[in-house]
Antibody
Framework: QVQLVESGGGVVQPGRSLRLSCAAS????SRWNMHWVRQPPGKGLE????????????NYADSVKGRFTISRDNSKNTVYLQMNSLRVEDTAVYYC?????????????WGQGTLVTVSS | NFMLTQPHSVSESPGKTVTISCTGS????????VQWYQQRPGSAPTTVIY?????PSGVPDRFSGSIDSSSNSASLTISGLKTEDEADYYC??????????FGTGTKVTVL
């Protein structure tokens, strides 16, 4: 069965960096576009970033463009989110999600999320 | 920036019908597919509607989706409301090439 497991969250000071990982299993990762979505505590969902199946195309929300970088290693069945220059407002649960087949049709599988807390 | 606006909350009694709107701020909401997600406390979202009006397997037909171009909005209707439907619901679409956007979210309370 399809499974996505995020890791790498934790408490970090403002201005520091953190790298999140999303380990995929139960499907061939190299055939799927993948996304990151975040949710601040008690607030709504915010789309963050997408990477194409081969890593050749990437896109970001304006709020993180230039600070966050999405990448993938299909040989390791893992997608990453490198987060630099973290701000208090980046505090959130971060989910990875698989693109629904056909593209631009939402997300069909989600991980359980990993909590990032940015605080001094 | 393209935004999707939803009512903050809706409430209704069991067995009744609720409809949640999702209004686009600009452009045509019909230009891209709209999805709807259900999120219960402490859990990841799950899809209840994709491609405007398609239900994933396992989602009951009490859930339906539609698009109204005249009001530039999408709607999620839940009929025969059950206590298990109490959750937050988010619409989702796109405002450029594969750049996603979520609605503001609606809390559904079953009285």
């Amino acid at each position: 069965q399809v499974q996505l497991v995020e890791s790498g969250g934790g408490v970090v000071q403002p201005g520091r960096s953190l790298r999140l990982s999303c380990a995929a299993s139960g499907f061939t990762l190299s055939r799927w576009n993948m996304h990151w979505v975040r949710q601040p505590p008690g607030k709504g969902l915010e789309w963050m970033s997408v990477i194409s199946y081969d890593g050749g195309s990437k896109n970001y929300a304006d709020s993180v463009k230039g600070r966050f970088t999405i990448s993938r290693d299909n040989s390791k069945n893992t997608v990453y989110l490198q987060m630099n220059s973290l701000r208090v407002e980046d505090t959130a649960v971060y989910y990875c999600a698989r693109d629904r087949a056909g593209g631009m049709r939402g997300f069909d599988y989600w991980g359980q999320g990993t909590l990032v807390t940015v605080s001094s | 920036n393209f935004m999707l606006t939803q009512p903050h909350s809706v409430s209704e009694s069991p067995g009744k019908t609720v409809t949640i709107s999702c209004t686009g701020s600009s452009g045509s909401i019909a230009s891209n597919y709209v999805q709807w997600y259900q999120q219960r406390p402490g859990s990841a979202p799950t899809t209840v509607i994709y491609e405007n009006n398609q239900r994933p397997s396992g989602v009951p037909d009490r859930f339906s989706g539609s698009i109204d171009s005249s009001s530039n909005s999408a709607s999620l209707t839940i009929s025969g409301l059950k206590t298990e439907d109490e959750a937050d619901y988010y619409c989702q679409s796109y405002h450029s090439s594969n750049q996603g956007v979520f609605g503001t979210g609606t809390k559904v309370t079953v009285l």
